[in-house]
């Protein structure tokens, strides 16, 4: 909350000014600074790292202050994490040089390497477990794949070898020329990644699996190799599955699912559904936020939670059916509808998007459309084009119902015509019989309805057949 009170009263003008002075010390405390308003959100990080300009990060980020480094990493990761426009941008700008540059360099700080190893990945995978061929060819060329390698194998560091790990994962993802790159490298070994679960520290070995869950992303052929390598136990995951903190439950949900080929010691059909199972609640409004936990947190949970299961809606063939089957799509449409959180709608409509792909999936989310007014133009105003993707037939359905009457457009809260017409309109619209009550008083209208009455007696008379009796035994017909 004082970092919002602070970011009102364009503290961040005020520090910017800072990073333009020639004192280096200057420099490193408006940038600490700037960096400690961010906070620990991501949609916050994003906004101070924008305010501070791709340019001006790579200019900080060439300078020799371990201060000024660690801040333009962390702030080049938050404005390109999940955006393949800005990646595009940092790589147009020349900042993937002093990246690689930082990673070479045998003075920089375990702590600076630590952060310029993650700014890799980050500029590497877009939404959804989507990558980015420029900036991965790019990094190729700079020699990256071997730095990263060389990290994996030999960094005295585990933290620095598992972010290597995951990194190195993000560089080949869907790449068959890094792919082919790291392959070739006699230093690289998938027993190498493997060795990263049995580390002592818990966020290492979740940090392993995500390495592994990486690599095996969209890959029958590197999930093969991992699991020739040994493959992975269950009991490496169930430790996280079960874990109190939700945060880690997502992880390894994700996980969980993706690397259900290499788990040598559980079923897939299984472990894939308690994995969709686990993910899917985490997408709800109703969402459990414990008493240490802030809104913001509870809203970057649903954000990661919706997140993977984009990632899994075109993955493999099923998982879009049983993310249905989960109740995920219905809990998703209500997040869109109900949730006050821009980040949280836009979590929601990729996933959204990636499921208008199945037919199914398209069929319902048709029926939801029609049904609730101005969830068509929710789900299109929060998508985060375009690096989100949805099916163009869909779009074809929807304006074309559209252009022929939405039943929402025909209701009566939108302005349309009641389904069950009022007492006063059906009175009014039915005839009622004449009676001498509320006629003008006189003996020309009683002697008029009269006569009406007596003519209409006649004309029934005269259309009804005559009944003649037959006495019994007559032979008269």
């Known amino acids: 909350m004082s970092q919002k009170a602070f970011i009102r009263l364009e503290t961040d003008k005020a520090l910017l000014k800072l990073l333009k002075v020639w004192s280096l010390e200057v420099k490193e405390q408006g940038a600490l600074a ?12 994003r906004a101070i790292a924008e305010r501070i300009g791709i340019q001006q990060l790579i200019e900080i980020l060439m300078t ?12 080049l990761t938050a404005l390109a994490r999940d955006s393949v426009t800005r990646q595009n941008e940092v790589a147009k700008e020349g900042g993937l040089q002093p990246l690689v540059r930082i990673m070479k360099s045998p003075k920089s700080s375990q702590r600076v390497l630590l952060y310029a190893v993650q700014c890799l990945a980050a500029l590497c995978v877009g939404v959804a477990h989507s990558n980015n061929p420029a900036t991965q060819s790019r990094l190729a060329e700079e020699g990256a794949i071997e730095l990263l390698t060389e990290l994996l194998a030999n960094s005295p560091v585990p933290e620095v070898q598992a972010e290597a790990a995951y990194s190195l994962g993000c560089l080949v993802l869907r790449n068959g020329d890094n792919q082919l790159q790291l392959k070739q490298l006699p230093q690289f070994s998938y027993s190498l990644l493997l ?11 979740l940090r392993g699996c995500q390495a592994l869950a990486v690599f095996a992303f969209n890959n029958t052929r590197q999930q093969f190799a991992i699991r020739e390598a040994g493959g992975i136990s269950i009991a490496a995951l169930e430790e996280f599955l079960a874990s109190s903190d939700p945060a880690a439950r997502c992880h390894a949900a994700f996980q969980s699912v993706v690397l259900t080929r290499d ?6 059909v299984s472990l894939t559904a308690k994995g969709i199972q686990i993910l899917t609640p985490r997408s709800s409004s109703a969402l459990p936020v414990s008493q240490q936990q802030s809104a913001a947190a509870a809203e970057e949970l649903v954000e990661t939670a919706c997140a993977y299961l984009a990632s899994l809606a075109h993955s493999r063939s099923g998982l879009k059916d049983a993310i249905i089957t989960a109740g995920g799509l219905d809990r998703l449409v209500r997040l869109l509808l109900d949730s006050d959180s821009r980040t949280v709608r836009s979590a929601a409509s990729v ?3 990636y499921l208008t792909f199945n037919r199914t999936a398209a069929r319902l989310l048709l029926k ?19 690096d989100a993707r949805i099916c163009d037939e869909f779009l074809a359905d929807f304006r074309a119902a559209e252009k022929i009457g939405l039943p929402c457009q025909f209701m009566e809260v939108n302005g349309g015509h009641p389904i069950l017409p009022s007492r006063a309109a059906t009175a009014k619209a039915r005839p009622r019989p004449p009676t001498s009550v509320g006629q003008a ?16 007696k006649m004309l029934r ?16 017909r």
Request: glycine letters at 6%; aromatic letters at 4%; one cysteine or more.
């Open 351 to 353: 996933v959204l998007g």
């Open 263 to 268: 788990i040598v010691d559980a079923d897939p």
């Open 368 to 386: 939801a459309c029609r049904e609730n007014p101005g969830l068509f133009y929710k789900l299109e105003a929060a998508l985060p084009l375009p």
């Open 195 to 205: 060795a990263l679960l049995d580390a002592e520290t818990p966020k290492i070995r």
């Open 461 to 476: 008379s005269k259309s009804a057949p005559a009944h003649r009796l037959i006495r019994p035994g007559s032979n008269k």
């Open 441 to 456: 008083a006189g003996p020309s209208s009683s002697t008029a309805s009269a006569a009406q009455q007596q003519q209409q």
């Open 64 to 75: 020799k202050s371990e201060k000024l480094q660690f801040v333009a990493c962390v702030a």
């Open 34 to 45: 700037l960096w400690a308003l961010a906070g620990a959100t991501h949609v916050q990080q």
